[in-house]
């Protein structure tokens, strides 16, 4: 059984990017750790959440009072998106020992290509040998993804890192291909389970703010989630 780290930047990503990946090798038999490593709080969603700002789910704006919740501080969001993240992984079919978040956390939007090196270190010291995957650094993608990239890419050349496979975001695909070429973006679909894939997505789009259920996700990325979940697809390539 193959050991496999899964490096994730935001809540949310998990199931857009990696999850026919991941699906895929749960069903080979393959023990996948997840490994979330920023806390997302610096989410516009929040202030939306909070009626600062008009929802673009619901197209008005919120009351937090009206809605029976309270505002939302930065932790107080960030273990709401924490609590997506994790109904999320349970739907795709990961045992809560194989969730993790690093205690490396970065605050969302500041992470650095060391401190992306010292959480993938982190795993590694308590998985020798796994196979990491972690997004792709090209594309011009959001540099919480792409940092990570970069640290996977010299850990892979220094030697530390043996089975390295960068994932592309599906809203990055376009600008990956073109900078990386056509043939080498390969296109990854969930064989055995897609409805899998399908209900960790949906856990991003469930409203229910008695429950401290915000649709966090569906707020930011609807779009990219209903996408996936027409086509539970990954996309990757090699170093």
């Given at each position: 059984?193959?050991?496999n ?5 935001h809540?949310?990503d998990?199931?857009l ?46 009351s ?5 919740y309270?505002?939302?501080s ?5 273990a ?5 993240f ?12 194989w969730?993790?978040?690093?205690s ?7 992470t ?25 650094y ?6 919480d993804h ?19 496979r960068?994932y ?7 600008n ?12 990854e ?51």
């Amino acid at each position: 059984m193959a050991v496999n780290l899964f490096f994730i930047p935001h809540q949310d990503d998990e199931a857009l990017t990696f999850g026919a990946g991941i699906r895929n090798h749960l069903d080979a038999g393959d023990e996948c750790h997840v490994i979330l490593y920023t806390n997302g709080a610096a989410s516009g969603v929040r202030r939306q959440l909070n009626g600062e700002e008009k929802s673009a789910l619901f197209k008005q704006w919120l009351s937090p009072a009206a809605e029976g919740y309270s505002e939302l501080s930065e932790d107080a969001f960030s273990a709401c998106r924490n609590d997506e993240f994790m109904r999320s992984c349970r739907a795709l079919g990961l045992p809560d020992e194989w969730i993790h978040i690093s205690s490396y956390l970065m605050h969302d939007g500041t992470t650095t290509v060391e401190g992306c090196k010292q959480v993938i270190k982190e795993y590694l010291e308590r998985y020798p040998g796994a196979r990491v995957k972690t997004f792709t650094y090209i594309g011009g993608n959001h540099r919480d993804h792409a940092n990570m990239g970069k640290a996977g890419q010299s850990m892979y050349e220094q030697g530390n890192i043996t089975d390295l496979r960068f994932y592309v975001e599906p809203y990055n695909l376009r600008n990956a291909t073109k900078e990386k070429g056509r043939g080498a973006i390969l296109k990854e679909k969930s064989v055995q389970n897609p409805n899998k894939v399908r209900d960790s997505l949906k856990e991003y789009k469930k409203w229910d703010p008695a429950q401290g259920q915000f649709a966090i996700g569906y707020h930011s990325v609807k779009k990219c989630i209903n996408t996936v979940i027409a086509k539970p697809v990954s996309y990757y390539h090699k170093p």
